[in-house]
């Protein structure tokens, strides 16, 4: 059996030091509140907040309890300021009707009621999508190529640059007029 001070930490102490102070700060709570609140000593508190110490899981889950977060908001690494993602290196769905794969650029994030995809189709049969939860609204705006797209009986053609906007909580399709198309389309649903 391994003493537990042998081991040693696997904590991100910086993350977890951050992660404290941003809680903190939002929910407007001194050292001195919070460290009540989670029946820690301030000090103990004081020296998570400059990636000191190491935190047990008990401790850190008093302090996501008496801050109000889920335990991973404390030790889940920040994400990156910059995401990138070369082309034709995202996760690609392919449609079963049409010459047309969709590439899932950003999802909704907690909060947030968004997702963008890259599309690259190809000329054929058109991609019809029957209507998405209500309030859907896409965005599309193409970078190469032609599409002729929005709700039935209201498509439209676009070139490279254009931009549209329609109800995507009603029966709609997409479709590639010339080889080599490709947009951008973000769903937003409210």
Not at 17 to 32: D, I, P, V
Not at 161 to 178: K, S
């Amino acid at each position: 059996m391994t003493d537990r001070t042998e081991r040693p930490s696997r904590l991100p102490l910086d993350w977890i030091a951050a992660s404290l102070r941003r809680e903190r700060t939002r929910a407007g709570l001194s050292l001195s509140e919070l460290a009540k609140r989670a029946g820690i000593a301030k000090s103990t508190l004081s020296q998570l907040e400059t990636a000191g110490g190491n935190p047990s899981v008990e401790t850190l889950w008093a302090l996501a309890v008496a801050l109000g977060v889920p335990f991973s908001a404390l030790v889940e690494p920040p994400a990156p300021a910059v995401r990138v993602i070369r082309a034709g290196e995202g996760p690609e769905v392919a449609s079963e009707q049409a010459n047309y794969v969709a590439t899932l650029l950003s999802s909704s994030p907690p909060g947030a009621r968004r997702d963008i995809y890259h599309l690259r189709a190809e000329p054929g049969a058109a991609r019809e999508s029957e209507p998405h939860i209500p309030g859907t609204v896409e965005h599309l705006i193409v970078a190469t190529g032609r599409v002729k797209a929005g709700p039935r009986g209201e498509s439209v053609e676009l070139g490279p640059g254009d931009y549209m906007t329609y109800r995507g909580d009603v029966p709609h399709a997409y479709e590639a007029m010339v080889p080599g198309t490709s947009f951008v389309l973000i769903m937003q649903h409210v």
